[in-house]
């Protein structure tokens, strides 16, 4: 069965009224997946030697010690915080790390994990766009460094590219990181031509599209050019950095997926997962700024897990 990490703390991260990313997120998307029978995976809190995997030492203190400060705002970029955003940032990626054990352990088929604040923009040395500290990059080198997974493949469909998962694993050439995301749009980065260095070169492909894009562009890309290079690679373990904001009607993308090819796209990752990784795979949660549009995505990427 599919696992659930869902630990409601991650709603006591608290960015102001307006703010697209709400704690009513949380309460959306989990609440969409009410009526499924979902396995629960319990809640922990990561500690600093799992924040090291991808973060510098310094970036975590800085991080701690801005929070516990009471500042407004992390000072490395557009990144509001509050008083327990950092007990919800750990816990956001505590119940990821907990999601991996259960998924090698074979106590749940696959699994995604909802937490807030996201993740895919948070590079090793800095916080920014609403993201503190890079869940989904930090599963993947705990499930190679508890696990001992090889090769570990990351596809990330938010409308933004996970611009510090890229930075994270560039040079690194063991996690291939695979992302469709509109262009020009935040964060600015992620142009075809990158594709890694040293090490990593090779183990980059960003598709970048235009605003307007959706189905033909963006499953395309998955089904042409994602399963092409997992035949190359033979990920042993395979995880989605799952942003509903390149869905249609979301209020910070111009993409225009449906909730049918959310489902579709997750049949590819399946098809990944089943085919090089034993079906070990795990879905992090990261933006979606409808309400309605989040909870809908969520709901039909999650039955596609099942």
């Known amino acids: 069965m599919t696992g659930l990490a869902a630990d409601p703390v991650c709603k006591e ?14 309460d959306a998307a989990v609440g969409a997946l009410r009526d499924l029978k979902l396995v629960p995976i319990p809640p922990r809190l990561a500690n600093h030697d799992e924040l090291a995997l991808c973060h510098s030492q310094r970036y975590i203190q800085l991080a701690e010690r801005e929070i516990l400060a009471g500042l407004h705002e992390l000072s490395t ?26 998924i090698v352990e074979k106590r749940v ?3 995604i994990s909802i937490g807030r604040p996201p993740g895919h923009h948070a ?77 990593g070169q090779g183990m980059t492909l960003n598709c970048p599209f235009p605003a ?11 089904q042409s050019q994602l399963l092409a290079a997992a035949e190359e690679i033979k990920p042993e373990f395979v995880l989605i950095s799952a942003g509903f904001d390149s869905r249609a009607g979301d ?16 049949r590819v990752m399946r098809e990944i997962a ?6 070990r795979l795990l879905s992090v949660l990261e933006g979606g700024y409808s309400l309605t549009g ?9 039955e596609a897990l099942q």
């Open 123 to 199: 590079t090793a040395v800095r916080g920014m766009g609403f993201c503190v500290f890079n869940t989904v990059a930090i599963a993947a080198r705990y499930a190679q460094k508890k696990h001992g997974a090889g090769r570990v493949l990351i596809a990330d469909w938010d409308v933004h590219h996970g611009n510090g998962t890229q930075d994270i694993f560039y040079a690194d050439g063991s996690v291939f990181f695979f992302s469709t995301h509109q262009s020009p749009w935040y964060p600015g980065t992620g142009p075809g031509s990158e594709r890694g260095e040293g090490k």
């Open 274 to 279: 089943d085919k090089h990784a034993g079906g």
């Open 212 to 222: 307007g894009s959706g189905r033909k562009e963006i499953l395309g890309a998955f």
């Open 251 to 266: 209020p910070l993308g111009q993409f225009l997926l449906t909730d049918a090819d959310f489902a579709d796209l997750t």
């Open 13 to 26: 991260h608290l960015t102001g009224p307006q703010h697209p990313e709400q704690p009513a997120r949380f």
């Open 77 to 102: 970029g557009d990144t509001i915080i509050s008083p327990k955003s950092l007990d919800a940032a750990l816990r956001a990626t505590g119940g990821a790390l907990n999601a991996v054990d259960a």
């Open 294 to 302: 989040l909870a809908s995505g969520v709901r039909s990427h999650v």
């Open 109 to 111: 088929s696959n699994a």
